[in-house]
């Protein structure tokens, strides 16, 4: 059904492009510089504060994260079919012997690909420097910190290429796409809060609320993995805690997956049968 | 090598194909003929089996429907606007060589082929848009597939790049390429077709041989010339006296031509002593002063 071949020569098409598009290498550039200023700003003043150093780190790229991650993910997989509709190069690349599958999976993956190497870039840097001060006692938890803004990332990019499949127009997409990363960042949070207070909901509700949003997913898991606890959320923190134990931390990452492999599979599957757009013929 | 049989596609309660049947044999060179909106683009879209549609197509013993994969890898097609990525020429074909499943060298071949060797290195957006299309001749050669389809090949092209790109296509012709185009120019369809299949209003409505083209449906060929001002008078009371139908329009005068004619009104003018500023051929027919 797919030719393997087909998705390589597509996803590297992807990488090569992603890799010379100047937004994506300013937001390369910026992502890497400020994960080394977090983590020169973290730098040790003795041994005891050294060996927090990894963990703190972490901590702040969270909310680099947080800010970042989802904001690049949104565009550039809601722009990517939708560019290559408008300029043409969509019909003329399906007229070629590949299948829609092929052709969309291929080039999540370069996209993908481009977006990890990226949080490589960001997250290497910092870490090397970490290291050469000497702070590498949890180093384990950055590393799972890593892991977990790449599925971060994964989830946003599949979230963007559902916009892109449904979307007639780049424009519409990123506009799309930029609602999506207000409501995601900011309006959600606000919203539970307000709603929290206003209808005094029970604090499981609070939780399962929360992590309906893979942002808060992220930020759940990745707090775990530096703190071991969750009281720096408070009551919900607690409640979590208590209420699902070891098995939060693999739930929490199960979650992220299914937020990577659902928009990725609803796009594939409007992708495949949809022409109305793809195929909008100047002339009949 | 194609057969369509009831072919129809919808678009909504639009039908722009309406049961739609032909048969090309293998080594023909046919034009689809019709005005825009007839279902040229739709025909060529649906034997490429990028569309849906009802009814059969069958491309080289291949059901498109069932296999449209397959159907793609025995066509090279040629869009009427090349759209190609941000690459050079040597990495658009080494890419789309690789979709293919075409052997790298074909790339070199290709490339001396349409004559673009001494352009492989350049980004494809610094390309005239004659050598985009015969870019995109070259990718549709790569797999060297028995057919070649062609939407409106030359409709974006100057009339040099017009005229080496149909002698290209008539040599892949000879060599034994079958060759489905669409078309509104008649000296394409005469120049490159074997024989025309008339679509309006997405039925197939006539299948003539070219040169029959022009009388069953009525078309002229129109010459339309610019001269000064002062000369204009005199230019139609010259064609007036010649018997030529013609058609006044602001600065310039259609006059009717015979294929092959186009020089007998030029040459009355220069006779004369009437310049011509500019002239232009048009084909079909005049609608107060505009050419359809």
């Given at each position: 059904m797919f030719d393997v071949a087909n998705i390589r020569a597509l996803a590297g098409k992807e990488l090569r492009d992603a890799l010379r598009n100047r937004w994506f290498i300013v937001f390369t550039l910026a992502f890497a510089g400020l994960a080394l200023a977090l983590s020169a700003l973290m730098q040790p003043n003795g041994l005891q504060v050294r060996a927090m150093s990894f963990s703190r780190t972490a901590a702040s790229l969270i909310n680099l994260v947080l800010l970042f991650v989802p904001l690049i993910g949104l565009t550039l997989g809601s722009a990517n079919l939708t560019g290559d509709r408008e300029t043409g190069a969509l019909v003329y690349l399906l007229a070629q012997p590949v299948n829609r599958i092929e052709v969309l999976i291929g080039k999540y993956l370069g996209v993908a690909g481009a977006l990890l190497s990226t949080l490589t870039l960001g997250f290497g840097a910092a870490g090397v420097v970490l290291a050469l001060q000497g702070s590498v006692q949890d180093a384990g938890g950055y590393l799972l910190t890593v892991l977990l803004a790449y599925l971060l990332a994964l989830a946003m990019l599949s979230l963007g290429f559902l916009m892109s499949t449904l979307a007639r127009k780049t424009a519409a997409a990123l506009g799309g796409a930029l609602f999506l990363w207000l409501f995601l960042v900011f309006i959600g949070d606000l919203g539970i809060m307000g709603t929290t207070i206003s209808m005094r909901l029970p604090i499981q509700t609070i939780f399962l609320i929360a992590v309906l949003n893979p942002l808060q997913m992220f930020k759940i898991a990745s707090i775990l993995t530096i703190q071991?606890?969750?009281?720096?959320?408070?009551p919900a923190g607690l409640y979590a805690t208590d209420q699902f134990g070891a098995l939060l931390l693999p739930l929490l990452l199960m979650g992220l997956l299914i937020w990577i492999f659902l928009p990725l599979v609803a796009a594939v599957v409007i992708f495949a049968r949809q022409e109305k757009f793809t195929l909008k013929a100047r002339s009949r | 090598m194609i057969t369509a049989k009831n072919v129809t596609k919808r678009y909504g309660k639009v039908a722009a194909l309406n049961d739609v049947s032909f048969a090309i044999r293998a080594g023909e060179s046919v034009a689809l003929w019709?005005?825009?909106?007839?279902g040229k683009t739709t025909t060529l879209r649906c034997l490429l089996g990028v569309q849906g549609f009802e009814g059969e197509l069958i491309v080289n013993d291949i059901d498109v429907r069932k296999q449209g994969k397959a159907a793609r890898a025995a066509i090279g097609y040629v869009p009427q606007e090349t759209a190609f990525y941000d690459m050079t020429v040597l990495e658009t074909l080494r890419f789309y060589a690789r979709l293919k499943k075409a052997a790298q060298q074909r790339v070199g071949e290709v490339l001396d082929q349409v004559q673009l060797d001494n352009h492989s290195?350049?980004?494809?957006?610094?390309?005239s848009g004659g050598m985009k299309q015969r870019l995109a001749l070259a990718v549709a050669l790569l797999a060297d597939p028995p057919v070649l389809v062609l939407d409106e090949?030359?409709?974006?092209?100057d009339v040099q790049a017009q005229r080496d790109f149909i002698h290209t296509i008539q040599s892949l012709n000879q060599s034994g390429k079958t060759i489905v185009f669409s078309s509104h120019r008649l000296d394409e369809v005469i120049a490159l077709s074997s024989r025309v299949l008339v679509l309006a209003d997405g039925r197939l409505t006539l299948e003539c041989p070219p040169h029959e083209l022009a009388a069953r449906l009525g078309l002229h060929r129109w010459l339309r010339i610019w001269v000064a001002p002062e000369h204009k008078e005199t230019t139609i009371q010259i064609f007036d006296r010649e018997g030529y139908t013609y058609m006044p329009n602001g600065r310039s005068v259609y006059v009717q031509i015979t294929h092959g004619g186009k020089i007998a009104p030029l040459r009355s003018l220069e006779q004369a002593d009437i310049a011509v500023e500019d002239f232009d051929l048009i084909e079909g027919e005049l609608q107060g002063g505009n050419h359809v």
């Amino acid at each position: 059904m797919f030719d393997v071949a087909n998705i390589r020569a597509l996803a590297g098409k992807e990488l090569r492009d992603a890799l010379r598009n100047r937004w994506f290498i300013v937001f390369t550039l910026a992502f890497a510089g400020l994960a080394l200023a977090l983590s020169a700003l973290m730098q040790p003043n003795g041994l005891q504060v050294r060996a927090m150093s990894f963990s703190r780190t972490a901590a702040s790229l969270i909310n680099l994260v947080l800010l970042f991650v989802p904001l690049i993910g949104l565009t550039l997989g809601s722009a990517n079919l939708t560019g290559d509709r408008e300029t043409g190069a969509l019909v003329y690349l399906l007229a070629q012997p590949v299948n829609r599958i092929e052709v969309l999976i291929g080039k999540y993956l370069g996209v993908a690909g481009a977006l990890l190497s990226t949080l490589t870039l960001g997250f290497g840097a910092a870490g090397v420097v970490l290291a050469l001060q000497g702070s590498v006692q949890d180093a384990g938890g950055y590393l799972l910190t890593v892991l977990l803004a790449y599925l971060l990332a994964l989830a946003m990019l599949s979230l963007g290429f559902l916009m892109s499949t449904l979307a007639r127009k780049t424009a519409a997409a990123l506009g799309g796409a930029l609602f999506l990363w207000l409501f995601l960042v900011f309006i959600g949070d606000l919203g539970i809060m307000g709603t929290t207070i206003s209808m005094r909901l029970p604090i499981q509700t609070i939780f399962l609320i929360a992590v309906l949003n893979p942002l808060q997913m992220f930020k759940i898991a990745s707090i775990l993995t530096i703190q071991a606890n969750l009281e720096v959320l408070g009551p919900a923190g607690l409640y979590a805690t208590d209420q699902f134990g070891a098995l939060l931390l693999p739930l929490l990452l199960m979650g992220l997956l299914i937020w990577i492999f659902l928009p990725l599979v609803a796009a594939v599957v409007i992708f495949a049968r949809q022409e109305k757009f793809t195929l909008k013929a100047r002339s009949r | 090598m194609i057969t369509a049989k009831n072919v129809t596609k919808r678009y909504g309660k639009v039908a722009a194909l309406n049961d739609v049947s032909f048969a090309i044999r293998a080594g023909e060179s046919v034009a689809l003929w019709g005005a825009n909106g007839a279902g040229k683009t739709t025909t060529l879209r649906c034997l490429l089996g990028v569309q849906g549609f009802e009814g059969e197509l069958i491309v080289n013993d291949i059901d498109v429907r069932k296999q449209g994969k397959a159907a793609r890898a025995a066509i090279g097609y040629v869009p009427q606007e090349t759209a190609f990525y941000d690459m050079t020429v040597l990495e658009t074909l080494r890419f789309y060589a690789r979709l293919k499943k075409a052997a790298q060298q074909r790339v070199g071949e290709v490339l001396d082929q349409v004559q673009l060797d001494n352009h492989s290195a350049k980004r494809v957006n610094m390309l005239s848009g004659g050598m985009k299309q015969r870019l995109a001749l070259a990718v549709a050669l790569l797999a060297d597939p028995p057919v070649l389809v062609l939407d409106e090949p030359t409709a974006n092209l100057d009339v040099q790049a017009q005229r080496d790109f149909i002698h290209t296509i008539q040599s892949l012709n000879q060599s034994g390429k079958t060759i489905v185009f669409s078309s509104h120019r008649l000296d394409e369809v005469i120049a490159l077709s074997s024989r025309v299949l008339v679509l309006a209003d997405g039925r197939l409505t006539l299948e003539c041989p070219p040169h029959e083209l022009a009388a069953r449906l009525g078309l002229h060929r129109w010459l339309r010339i610019w001269v000064a001002p002062e000369h204009k008078e005199t230019t139609i009371q010259i064609f007036d006296r010649e018997g030529y139908t013609y058609m006044p329009n602001g600065r310039s005068v259609y006059v009717q031509i015979t294929h092959g004619g186009k020089i007998a009104p030029l040459r009355s003018l220069e006779q004369a002593d009437i310049a011509v500023e500019d002239f232009d051929l048009i084909e079909g027919e005049l609608q107060g002063g505009n050419h359809v």
